[in-house]
């Protein structure tokens, strides 16, 4: 057992729970529907509750383990599961009223590509549906506390597979071609990183030969041999596990399955694909980057993430403003927006200077935590659109709504402004600290391309708001038809505008959370 390492199950439970009732819904809400909402519900809601407890003992200096230490939980792996843990509630709650639209499953066809409207399709997809949402979070939940390098592998994979059915889930053309390509890309991207994965383990194993304790498996013991891996060997297995996690995180070239499987996934999907998918796949990355990174021959390395990070940002940026579509809009933005995750990353092994190590890492993963609310907030918000207008979702097609949903308009304008670094929300905070970062390393043109593209991103977020939402009202649905949304939808957008705001209000609030995460990711004591 390793200093302030503590044995519990926590970790065990809140990954074996969805997962059993993954297994149970489908037959519970084929005998009786509700069973599927409610079950979904539950076991977003136990993810919740029991993620607070794990991310208290982090937050405390405590190290989780459980199986003996092929589960652990520290700062960064704890504030992961809780991100997923509220964004997977926010969107179960929000799916009850959603899932259920009779346009939206008017879209489901069968394998031919008929009608199978009036057929028992929509009771079977729904029971589907809500199994695969449980096996998603689950799989999500695994990835970011196992400590074994193949299990990590294995765990991001599940994901795809799982979140793949899911993208897949109106069974038509697009939705169709649009889990294919996500699958097939990811598929082939992922397995670079199970071959990072295990040239990491052999080349550690037999520096590990006679340790007690130790074992070559546990991402937590692997920083103590990294130095004595050989070199060229490290840059190979760095190169497979750059371009394997970082096909998982969207990070661009790597990113072309992201934006149709966003925009063809059913909102509260698109809301976990792009809140917190990218994200695990993003910590998955960080989390193998960082045996290396703070050694100063993988500096080079470093300065490689941030070259693709700001490649990444500029290009999501630039094309999220060429978009007619919400959710494709969307989901470029969310590629523009894990540039500045993996910015951070790249921030910490950049050099010796251990304030701008601390810098880069802490806004890093600030942004993490504020994109995940933000752009969860913002694929809520959309759904709310395509709901009450029967499935519109381009600019064009869609005027004045605010005055019939002033709360969604709201709830997406707080949102786009804080993806945006606008104060006083809290996406301000995260990129002014990446922006402190860059200027403390003296990489001052990564610090211009990322002000830049949160420039871009402001511009591209106003046109839309104001073409969606205050432009001339023409929308092509009548007047009695469009209103606000339910109150289960409403709910988790307003909670999450809240956490927008008052984590932007007072940012100190989640120092206790971040704090061990970068400690952590640098190294620092």
């Given at each position: 057992?390793y200093?302030?390492e503590?044995?519990s199950l926590l970790?065990?439970?809140i990954c074996?729970i969805?997962?059993?009732l993954a297994v149970i ?6 005998l009786?529907?509700p ?6 519900i539950?076991g ?5 509750a ?6 208290m003992q ?13 589960f652990?939980a520290?700062g960064l792996?704890?504030?992961l599961v809780l991100v997923?843990?509220?964004?997977s509630?926010?969107a179960?709650?929000?799916?009850v009223?959603y899932?259920r ?10 394998a031919?590509?008929r009608?199978?409207?009036g057929?028992?399709v929509?009771g079977?997809r729904?029971?589907t549906?809500?199994a695969?949402?449980q ?5 999500m939940l695994?990835?970011c ?7 990590l592998?294995?765990?991001v ?5 799982a979140s793949?059915l899911?993208?897949a889930?109106?069974?038509d ?6 889990a294919?390509?996500y699958l097939m890309l990811?598929?082939?991207g992922i397995?670079?990183?199970l071959?990072g994965c295990?040239?990491?383990?052999a080349?550690?194993?037999?520096h590990?030969a006679?340790?007690?304790?130790v074992r070559a498996?546990l991402?937590?013991?692997?920083p103590g041999?990294?130095?004595q891996i050989?070199h060229?060997i490290?840059?190979?297995?760095l ?10 995180a969207?990070?661009?070239?790597f990113h072309?399955?992201l934006p149709d499987a966003?925009a063809?996934?059913p909102?509260?999907v698109?809301?976990l ?6 994200k ?5 990355l960080?989390?193998v ?7 100063a021959?993988y ?15 500029l ?10 579509d919400l959710k494709r809009?969307l989901a470029y933005?969310?590629v523009s927006?894990?540039?500045?995750i993996?910015m951070g990353?790249?921030?910490?092994g950049?050099g010796?200077d251990q304030t701008?190590r601390y810098?880069g890492g802490?806004?890093g993963l600030?942004h993490?935590?504020?994109h995940?609310?933000s752009k969860?907030l913002?694929?809520l918000?959309v759904?709310a659109?395509?709901y009450?207008?029967s499935?519109l ?5 869609l005027?004045g709504?605010a005055?019939r949903?002033?709360v ?9 402004f804080?993806?945006s ?6 996406g ?7 922006y402190?970062?860059a200027?403390?390393?003296e990489?001052?043109?990564a610090l211009?391309i ?9 511009l591209a977020?106003?046109?839309?708001g104001?073409?969606v ?15 606000e949304a339910?109150a289960?939808?409403l709910?988790p ?6 956490l927008c705001?008052?984590?932007?209000l007072f ?7 971040l704090d ?9 004591h």
């Open positions: 057992m200093e302030n503590v044995q970790l065990i439970v074996v969805p997962a059993a819904t489908y037959p519970l809400a084929r009786f529907r069973f599927g909402p409610a079950l979904n539950l977003a809601s136990v993810a919740t029991l993620a607070i407890p794990i991310a982090a937050a405390g200096g405590q190290v989780l383990v459980g199986l003996g230490r092929e652990r520290d792996s704890a504030l997923i843990s509220v964004v509630l926010a179960a709650i929000y799916g009223p899932m639209l009779r346009p939206l499953l008017e879209r489901v066809r069968d031919a590509g009608d199978v409207t057929r028992d929509t079977r729904l029971a549906f809500y695969l949402s096996a998603f979070l689950s799989t695994w990835a506390l196992t400590n074994n390098i193949v299990m592998y294995v765990a994979e599940a994901s795809t597979i793949g899911l993208v889930f109106y069974w053309r697009r939705s169709l071609e649009a294919y390509k990811l598929t082939v397995a670079f990183a071959v295990v040239l990491l383990y080349s550690a194993a037999p590990m006679g340790q007690a304790g498996m991402i937590s013991d692997l041999v990294a130095a050989p060229g490290a840059l190979v297995i190169s497979f596990l750059i371009v394997g996690f970082g096909t998982k969207g990070i661009a070239p072309p399955w966003h063809e996934a909102s509260p698109s809301a694909l792009s809140g917190v998918m990218i695990m796949a993003a910590y998955a960080v989390r980057l960082s045996i290396f990174l703070p050694l021959a500096h080079p390395v470093a300065m490689f993430v941030i070259v693709l990070s700001a490649f990444t940002m290009l999501g940026g630039v094309m999220c403003l060429a978009q007619d809009m933005s969310s927006q894990i540039g500045y993996t990353a790249g921030l910490i950049i010796f701008a810098l802490y806004g600030f993490l935590l504020n995940a609310l969860g913002l694929f918000a759904g659109i395509i009450k207008t499935g979702r381009r600019m064009s097609e005027r709504i005055r949903m002033p969604t308009a709201v709830c997406f304008f707080v949102a786009a804080a993806i670094g606008m104060p006083p929300f809290n301000f905070w995260s990129k002014l600290t990446l402190l970062a200027a403390r390393a990489l001052w043109w211009g990322a002000i830049g593209t949160s420039l871009l991103t402001l977020f106003v046109r839309a104001y073409l939402f205050w432009s001339d009202a023409d929308t092509e649905v009548g007047e009695d038809e469009l209103a339910p289960a939808m709910i957008m307003g909670v999450l505008a809240a705001v008052v984590i932007g940012p100190q609030i989640v120092y206790p959370l061990p995460a970068v400690k952590v990711l640098a190294r620092i």
